[in-house]
């Protein structure tokens, strides 16, 4: 029996299937990851953007990059991976998704059971004093309307803390889950790369490059996100 048959049969057999998502699963809609060849952290240093300091101490660089960033995604989609894990969850198959992007693709495709462990980039708060503002005010660069401090995108910067809901909603459905599916990620950033290893149940990392650190994964898939996806959705299709 191949791999992606052993994959087939645990998502079968699963009484309870949670994803854990990172930027490789949305490369193939167009949006760069962040530590591949073509990442974003090969053009750009993370500690200058991405970062409190970066935002307090030179937010027009902060500004920038969040700004190309939004600009970039409102040219694209979630490409059919996203669309297949959506019909999994309609069909009972796939019980939630945990994402480390903020790229709102999952909601986009219509899955509902989505927990943003690095939050959105599609909302807005002063970085001041938390009141919330429009996507139209950040672009233009304005101030808090209550406070003048800095606007920022509800992305989690590095330092900061996770979103605590999300946090331990992706904490205690990986613990209780018997099959967790790793797609697109490298496992570099902490506390997220600590979630895998909290299941009892079975691990799978699908990944276009396999890092050395995935030794402890019960199946490895190489390959793209989207096609690998895409082969599964096949075969649980074919031996309904
Ligand atoms: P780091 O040493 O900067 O971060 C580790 C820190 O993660 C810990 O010290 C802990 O305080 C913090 N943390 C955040 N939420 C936590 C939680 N719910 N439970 C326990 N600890 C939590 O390591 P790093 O790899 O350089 O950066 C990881 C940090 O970057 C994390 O804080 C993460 O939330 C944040 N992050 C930022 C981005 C981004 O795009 N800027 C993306 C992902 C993660
Ligand atoms: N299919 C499968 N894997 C892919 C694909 C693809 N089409 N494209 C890229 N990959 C793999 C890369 O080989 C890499 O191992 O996905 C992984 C993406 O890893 P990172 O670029 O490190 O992205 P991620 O793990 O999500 O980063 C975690 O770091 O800076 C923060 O905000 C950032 O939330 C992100 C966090």
């Known amino acids: 029996m191949n791999n992606?048959?052993?994959?087939?049969?645990?998502?079968?057999?699963?009484?309870?299937?949670?994803?854990?998502?990172?930027?490789?699963?949305?490369?193939?809609?167009?949006?760069p990851d962040f530590r591949s060849a073509s990442g974003w952290w090969t053009k750009t240093d993370l500690q200058k953007v991405a970062t409190v300091d970066a935002l307090e101490f030179n937010y027009p660089l902060f500004h920038e990059f969040y700004s190309m960033r939004i600009r970039l995604l409102e040219k694209c989609a979630p490409h059919e991976g996203h669309h297949i894990l959506a019909k999994w969850e309609k069909d009972g198959i796939l019980?939630?998704?945990?994402?480390?992007?903020?790229?709102?693709?999952?909601?986009?495709?219509?899955?509902?059971?989505v927990d943003?462990?690095?939050?959105?980039?599609?909302?807005?708060?002063?970085?001041?004093?938390?009141?919330?503002a429009s996507k139209e005010s950040f672009l233009a660069k304005e101030r808090c309307g209550h406070c003048q401090g800095y606007l920022r995108p509800n992305v989690v910067l590095f330092g900061e803390m996770l979103p605590e809901k999300a946090w331990?909603?992706?904490?205690?459905?990986i613990q209780s889950a018997d099959l967790v599916i790793v797609i697109g990620t490298s496992l570099e950033v902490y506390p997220v790369n600590q979630l895998p290893m909290m299941t009892k149940g079975k691990k799978v990392y699908i990944n276009k490059e396999i890092a050395s650190h995935a030794s402890?994964?019960?199946?490895?898939?190489?390959?793209?996100?989207?096609?690998?996806?895409?082969?599964?959705?096949?075969?649980?299709?074919?031996?309904?």
């Open 4 to 31: 992606l048959q052993k994959v087939d049969d645990w998502l079968r057999s699963s009484k309870k299937t949670v994803v854990l998502t990172g930027a490789g699963m949305s490369t193939e809609s167009g949006v």
């Open 95 to 113: 019980h939630r998704i945990a994402t480390q992007n903020v790229d709102g693709f999952h909601f986009q495709a219509g899955s509902k059971c």
């Open 116 to 132: 943003e462990l690095h939050g959105s980039i599609y909302t807005f708060r002063c970085h001041s004093c938390g009141q919330s």
């Open 168 to 173: 331990q909603n992706a904490l205690s459905n």
């Open 216 to 240: 402890y994964f019960d199946c490895i898939l190489e390959g793209k996100a989207k096609e690998v996806l895409i082969k599964l959705d096949e075969l649980l299709s074919t031996n309904k």
